[in-house]
């Protein structure tokens, strides 16, 4: 048997009553720390609660219960509401979990900060919510968000922030599917509770998550979300196969119907109280069915918007703080329509397979020209092309533009004839040239109707005024019509400001005249010896 050394057995035993002792004063330590958090955990929820709520406008949150965790150095937020004033009723907003905790790594460098965790939130929004937030004198970035996350963190400063899980939802009124946004995940590292400087952004972003239940969502870049007023970002963006036919709520509403197709993009954007960018490099719109319905009992409010439009358009061009750029945009496999539910008969016209490509579209006139070339068949089968150059300008639109329509046939077209000409058509083909240009807006150039082969519908209208009117038509066509060509043609300058073009009555009579009795004015575009020697190459200088 070994024998112990005295002394050897008096150290260990001395060590072994220290460390009983180590660990009954951390276990009273732990026991006391755990007690405390339970008994501070209610005050601290009311107190959270109720800053959140001084910090915020319009809304209000309510928070579940609170958790202390003293061994992590974190607390936690459990089931806690965000409910918009006015319509309490759903929420808009529910947390399941939300962590506030130290940031460990931070610490080791001296620095005491806040990581904030939101565990699968969602969001669910619906028209009501909308319009009260449309209506309010209060706009949405200044109703105290940031003030309210940094109540969260106790106001220490927030260094990180990840959202995982997250879910979005927007429900509109009739037989439209949700505007769902799922899985959503993201993370901002190094957010400083500071005045950054402008255009400064300390705080690396990374989003992610699933669109409308198959298209895809992914953002890259840095922001500092606690600028002010409002959060800055930039960064890197792409979606992938959008299924435009969810956006039916937000585009009824303008007029527009939008059935099917895919939207593709990628580009940057920077966002932040002093400067405004947004860059597509590329936009691709693959086979959508778009018709824009205009409506007598909408009429007025189209006009109002294209005017709030057009002013929109002339307050961002050339402004040096608002940077917005198109490199190109697809549009491939589309059929576009008007509808006209206002004319008595009510008529669609539609192009159909249509394929359009813009180029460099720029609010900055410094970018240089912008391009577009859009092809396809008007009414199914008339071969269609559009040429089109812009210009940005700061007080009116600046573009040249040409159109080329051939062999139409007429029959396609009976409910426009019977709408403006009070007419019928059996048979005929349809032609069109335009040449026009826009400087400062001042409207010049032609339009060139040509329309071959035109026989009127043998069912009679329904009463003798209409009867007698399209009589005279009928002969008006046989007597107008050129022998060598069998058609009917004349050139329509047209001329005056963009709003109110003016097209001389006179001009058109006596061009259907001259096409009749003199000569044929062919297909195509007009040969004009002034407008062709502004095209020409200067010559060279030796």
């Not at 905790?101 to 009501?128: M, Q």
Request: aromatic share 8%.
């Amino acid at each position: 048997m070994r024998n112990w050394n005295p002394r050897a057995i008096q150290w260990l035993g001395r060590t072994l009553r220290r460390w009983r002792w180590a660990v009954v004063v951390a276990g009273a330590l732990i026991l006391l720390a755990y007690a405390v958090a339970f008994l501070t955990g209610e005050p601290l929820r009311r107190y959270i609660e109720r800053e959140v709520n001084h910090r915020l406008t319009g809304y209000t949150v309510r928070i579940g219960a609170l958790e202390i965790h003293p061994l992590g150095a974190w607390f936690e937020l459990r089931n806690a509401t965000i409910a918009q004033d006015a319509n309490p009723d759903p929420p808009v907003g529910h947390i399941d979990r939300l962590r506030t905790t130290l940031d460990w790594r931070a610490l080791l460098h001296g620095r005491v900060v806040a990581d904030i965790l939101f565990e699968r939130p969602r969001i669910h929004v619906d028209l009501t919510h909308v319009k009260t937030e449309a209506t309010s004198d209060v706009p949405l970035t200044d109703r105290g968000w940031q003030q309210a996350l940094e109540a969260v963190a106790l106001d220490l400063e927030i260094n990180r922030l990840r959202l995982t899980d997250g879910d979005v939802t927007y429900l509109d009124r009739g037989p439209f599917k949700p505007m769902h946004l799922s899985r959503l995940n993201a993370t901002v590292e190094n957010i400083r509770n500071i005045r950054s400087k402008d255009r400064v952004y300390p705080s690396d972003v990374l989003v992610e998550g699933v669109v409308f239940d198959s298209g895809r969502f992914w953002l890259r870049g840095q922001a500092d979300f606690l600028a002010d007023p409002h959060p800055g970002l930039l960064a890197q963006f792409r979606l992938d196969q959008i299924e435009l036919d969810y956006f039916r709520p937000v585009t009824n509403r303008v007029n527009l119907s939008v059935r099917n197709g895919t939207l593709t993009a990628v580009g940057s954007t920077e966002y932040s109280p002093k400067f405004r960018m947004a860059v597509l490099e590329h936009v691709l719109v693959e086979a959508p069915a778009v018709d824009y319905v205009h409506m007598p009992e909408t009429a007025e409010v189209e006009t109002g918007r294209a005017q709030s439009a057009a002013k929109a358009a002339q307050s961002v061009s050339n402004e040096p703080s608002v940077q917005l750029k198109i490199d190109r945009l697809d549009i491939v496999g589309a059929n576009l329509g008007f509808e006209n539910r206002a004319a008595n008969p009510s008529y669609r016209m539609v192009l159909t397979n249509a394929d359009l490509v813009m180029e460099n579209l720029s609010n900055q006139r410094m970018q240089g020209n912008a391009t577009a070339r859009l092809k396809g068949k008007l009414m199914g089968t008339g071969d269609t092309q559009v040429w089109a150059l812009f210009r940005p300008q700061t007080q009116s639109g600046d573009l040249d533009l040409k159109v080329q329509v051939e062999d139409t046939p007429m029959a396609s077209m009976s409910d426009l004839a019977r709408a403006y000409g009070k007419f019928d058509v059996a048979a005929g083909e349809f032609s069109m040239y335009a040449d026009l240009r826009v400087r400062d807006g001042a409207l010049d150039g032609y339009i060139k109707p040509v329309v071959r082969g035109l026989q009127m519908s043998q069912e009679g209208p329904e009463s003798f005024r209409e009867k007698l009117y399209e009589g005279i038509v009928s002969v008006a066509a046989k007597v107008l019509k050129n022998r060598p060509r069998r058609e009917i043609a004349t050139v329509m300058n047209v001329s005056g400001r963009v709003d109110q073009p003016q097209i001389r009555t006179w001009e058109v009579v006596r061009g259907l005249l001259h096409n009749a009795f003199i000569e044929a004015v062919f297909p195509g575009f007009e040969s004009d010896a002034g407008r062709t020697a502004k095209l020409k190459p200067a010559p060279a200088v030796r």
